[in-house]
């Protein structure tokens, strides 16, 4: 166990559903993150907070929507996916963003996208 | 651009030695860092050098050269549990971790 939770951890939709993925962290951090890992693909980080404000935004398409209510909770609103948008995210926290601050990942969700 | 470049899969014996390199070519250098990530599950914190020299924590040991643009995560005494993924990250001058695509690690008996 590192901390971070996730939920939940596998999700099938369609393209028009709408869902959402949690994230919680119970370390005390003010930084947390999302990430997409595709296989055989490095890391992609998709958005950045930083004491409940997004810092980060890495050009991710707006069908995925950040919400970040405060620097313990961080939520992932999807929408109107695609199929190349199946993968596993990754939820990750650290103390704070912009250091040189090990992060530290949650068990991911395992997104499909039919 | 910037590229982190790591073998895609070794595999190594049960009780051998293995070294994982991994280049990098950034934007800046704010650290190196290592971590596992076993199969379904989330990456694990191993190691972070941000100078020049080998640090060594029990069986892991992690090398950096900055002239070189290049680091090796060095495995001993392997075993069964040590197969996973091993993710090489930079921390670039904006403090981003740029990711390499991880090397798939199999130890055969």
């Known amino acids: 166990e590192t901390g971070v939770t996730q939920t939940p951890r596998h999700l099938v939709m369609g393209m028009t559903n709408k869902k959402s993925l949690k994230c919680e962290q119970h370390?005390?951090?003010?930084?947390m993150y999302w990430y997409k890992q595709s296989a055989k693909k490095p890391l992609e980080l998709m958005f950045v907070?930083?004491?409940?404000?997004?810092?980060e935004n890495n050009s991710v398409p707006s069908r995925f929507s950040p919400e970040c209510p405060n620097s313990s909770h961080l939520f992932l609103h999807l929408h109107t996916l695609q199929p190349e948008d199946s993968a596993l995210y990754l939820c990750a926290s650290s103390q704070e963003s912009g250091g040189a601050n090990e992060q530290f990942f949650g068990p991911g969700t395992r997104l499909t996208v039919l | 651009g910037q590229n982190i470049d790591q073998p895609t899969e070794m595999t190594a014996t049960e009780g051998a030695i293995v070294q994982i390199n991994c280049t990098y070519q950034t934007s800046g250098f704010n650290g190196l860092f290592w971590y596992q990530q076993h199969a379904g599950e989330a990456p694990t914190f191993l190691s972070y050098n941000v100078l020049d020299g080998l640090e060594e924590k029990g069986r892991f040991s992690s090398f950096l050269s900055r002239s070189k643009g290049y680091s090796y995560l060095l495995l001993k005494e392997l075993q069964m549990k040590d197969s996973a993924s091993y993710l090489c990250?930079?921390?670039?001058?904006?403090?981003?971790?740029?990711w390499g695509a991880g090397t798939k690690l199999i130890i055969k008996p």
């Open positions: 370390l005390g951090h003010n930084a």
């Open positions: 907070y930083n004491f409940k404000e997004q810092t």
């Open positions: 990250a930079v921390m670039d001058s904006n403090y981003q971790l740029i």
